[in-house]
């Protein structure tokens, strides 16, 4: 069983910029896709960028891709997501999440990640 932890949320002012951490521990990280995803109050959870095991491929939902970019450091076990030019409407709670299978591509349903971390609060003021 894997354990996710993020961190590197807070309140920030639009068009700043954040990183956010996920770091995993009891299973490498290495051979399985990566995903962030966000909730905000009253919403559902949504993809935010999802990258592959060895980091080679990513892919961004359309509300953040030029804004954000994920990466990772498997000597590290450990994904990144690095937010610019944030925007109000990023106020959530995100989450890092593993894929479900081994060396499946990056998915953006929520079902295909069954490893959660508990998530970590980013709040956007403007």
């Known amino acids: 069983q894997v354990q996710l932890v993020e961190s590197g949320g807070g309140l920030v002012q639009a068009g700043g910029s954040l990183r956010l951490s996920c770091a995993a521990s009891?299973?490498?990280?290495?051979?399985?896709?990566m995903g962030w995803f966000r909730q905000a109050p009253g919403k559902e959870r949504e993809f935010v960028a999802g990258i592959s095991g060895s980091g080679g491929y990513t892919s961004y939902a359309d509300s953040v891709k030029g804004r954000f970019t994920i990466s990772r450091d498997n000597a590290k076990n450990t994904v990144y997501l690095h937010m610019n030019s944030l925007k109000p409407e990023d106020t959530a709670v995100y989450h890092c999440?593993?894929?479900?299978?081994?060396?499946?591509?990056?998915?953006?349903?929520?079902?295909?990640?069954?490893?959660w971390g508990q998530g970590t609060q980013v709040t956007v003021s403007s």
């Open positions: 999440a593993r894929r479900m299978y081994m060396y499946s591509d990056t998915g953006r349903a929520v079902g295909e990640y069954d490893s």
């Open positions: 009891g299973r490498t990280l290495s051979s399985y896709a």
